[in-house]
């Protein structure tokens, strides 16, 4: 579990990068993420909405999404923060996506009045889609094993 000083860092950075959102046609429903690596690192995504709406990125993803693109695969936590009532969770794809990289993700929900929530991502999707063991790494240890 995160301790209180990383949670309130993480929570910070989300709500920073709530700033950015890219909201018009939600009426803006801003949303600011950010992700805790084992290493330390905190990279942060805001939601950015698209026109053609089945375009649209969550700030979740976003946020995920840099940290790989930045060499980061040990997720530790994921900090969500909206304005709303009640807390914001990551939609099922934002959860679908952080499975890829867990399990033991830690989940963090915030407003912007100091209310917040912790759970685990296996909380969220209990029985999330796993490709059975087909990825390129897994191939490779099976064929390890199996020499
Ligand atoms: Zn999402």
Do not use: W
Request: hydrophobic content about 40%.
């Amino acid at each position: 579990m995160l301790n209180l000083i990383e949670r309130k860092k993480l929570i910070d950075a989300a709500i920073k990068a709530r700033k950015y959102a890219y909201a018009p046609y939600s009426d803006n429903f801003a949303v600011g993420a950010a992700v805790l690596t084992g290493d330390g690192t905190i990279t942060g995504g805001c939601n950015v909405e698209n026109g053609s709406f089945g375009a649209t990125m969550c700030a979740e993803r976003v946020a995920i999404f840099t940290a790989i693109s930045n060499g980061h695969r040990d997720i530790r936590a994921v900090a969500v923060v909206a304005d709303s009532t009640p807390l914001t969770p990551p939609c099922g794809m934002c959860l679908q996506v952080a499975t890829e990289f867990g399990p033991g993700i830690e989940i963090i929900m915030a407003d912007l009045h100091g209310h917040e929530e912790t759970t685990m991502l296996e909380n969220l999707l209990p029985r999330s889609f796993k490709f059975d063991g087909q990825r390129s790494e897994d191939r490779q240890a099976r064929k390890t094993t199996n020499t």
